[in-house]
Each structure stands twice: as C-alpha cells, then as structure tokens.
T-cell receptor
Framework: NAGVTQTPKFRVLKTGQSMTLLCAQD?????MYWYRQDPGMGLRLIHY???????AKGEVPDGYNVSRLKKQNFLLGLESAAPSQTSVYFC???????????????FGPGTRLTVL | GNSVTQMEGPVTLSEEAFLTINCTYT??????LFWYVQYPGEGLQLLLK?????DKGSNKGFEATYRKETTSFHLEKGSVQVSDSAVYFC???????????FGQGTRLTINP
C-alpha cells in the first residue's frame, strides 16, 4: 500500500516551459487535492476533485490546469511556467466513499519546482 | 472567508519542556479542526483532529481541544522530545469536499 505518490520529486523549468505533475493514490479515495506550499504562507489549495471526471478551482488556481481521467490519478499542469510558480507542490486524497463525517487527508511527499 | 491564524515561529525549546502552539480560526458554520505535522523532507501527516465543539483530539502525547467560545484549537504537549522537531500546521475543513484551510505553520525545534 503505497498511499499517495508524486512524480517527479524535483524539477527545474525555464520561464515559459510547460510540465505536468502526476499524483497517484491506491486507497480508492474519491477526493483529491493539489496544494502549494510557500514560506510563511502554509499550504494553499490550487484545484481539487470530488470524483473521476470532475475538477474545481481552489484558492489559487490561476496558471494551473488539472485533470482526473482515472479515479486514482490527479494531474496538475503548468502550461507556461512563471517564476512565481516556484514552490513545493503537495497532492492529497481523502474519503473512500464509505460512511459520513470528516475524513483525514493523506499527503504525498511533495514535488519541489523551481522556475528560472 | 474562513481563515486560520497560528502563533509566530520559530519556537525553540529544551527536551522535556511544556509545549503550547496557539491556533485561532474564523469560520462560518462548524468546521472540523486539525493539526498536521511535517517532518523534514516529508509530506504532511495528520497528528490529531476534532470534529465538534469541546472535542479533544490526542495522539503521541499531543492534545488539542476544540473551543467554540474562543474559536481556538491550541496544541499542547507536556514533555517534548528531540524527535518532535518539525513544522506544525493548524487547519480547518470547509465545504462538502472537505477542503483544508491552513495556518502559516510553526517550526518547532527541540534541543537535547
């Protein structure tokens, strides 16, 4: 049981380049999330998904796109990277569809992205 | 909108000292409250949570009580260890998708 995995772990881009970050979970979770972590600002939600084929905007969605074609995967894309997108990106997932109430979010190890 | 405010860091303590990290929140409705911990080079992991007023979450010697009247969820531990050195995040969940709103994090360093 790997939990939540993220690919790649590190990446350096030049301004204007594009890339996709991959998140995968093996817990059969319905909900998945992408956050960015910046010094002194905690984590901020970029986009999230409540099920396969669905996506929604979070607090800081500009400059990012996402897709959830398969339940276990959630992709985060940067079409034209900017230095302001230098950050650590975390994926998380929650809720296996059983029962009600507040479920724990499980986080991946993060991707450190630098945009030059 | 909803928000979470944590005490400014960093915090440095000696081993076996008493720890308090303050957390207050602003929210409409009655959110669930969480403390997450991030060890160096790792992702976040849940430390404890409380889902309604007056609930106490506890784990690994850490405790926090959901105080609706003071909109607070302060983290406490009676005797810290070097292995508790990490960044601690207070958070609340909002909406049907249980999205998390985080505080800015508090870096804790415990010296032997």
């Amino acid at each position: 049981n790997a939990g939540v995995t993220q690919t790649p772990k590190f990446r350096v881009l030049k301004t204007g380049q594009s890339m996709t970050l991959l998140c995968a979970q093996d817990m059969n979770h319905e909900y998945m999330y992408w956050y960015r972590q910046d010094p002194g600002m905690g984590l901020r939600l970029i986009h999230y998904s409540v099920g396969e084929g669905t996506t929604a905007k979070g607090e800081v969605p500009d400059g990012y796109n996402v897709s959830r074609l398969k339940k276990q995967n959630f992709l985060l894309g940067l079409e034209s990277a900017a230095p302001s997108q230098t950050s650590v990106y975390f994926c998380a997932s929650s809720w296996d569809g059983q029962g009600w109430g507040t479920d724990t979010q499980y986080f991946g190890p993060g991707t450190r992205l630098t945009v030059l | 909108g909803n928000s979470v405010t944590q005490m400014e860091g960093p915090v440095t303590l000696s081993e076996e000292a008493f720890l308090t990290i303050n957390c207050t929140y602003t929210a409409t409705g009655y959110p669930s409250l969480f403390w997450y911990v991030q060890y160096p080079g790792e992702g976040l992991q849940l430390l404890l949570k409380a889902t309604k007023a007056d609930d106490k979450g506890s784990n690994k010697g850490f405790e926090a009580t959901y105080r609706k009247e003071t909109t607070s969820f302060h983290l406490e531990k009676g005797s810290v260890q070097v292995s508790d050195s990490a960044v601690y995040f207070c958070a609340l969940s909002e909406g049907g998708a249980q999205k998390l709103v985080f505080g800015q994090g508090t870096r804790l360093t415990i010296n032997p």
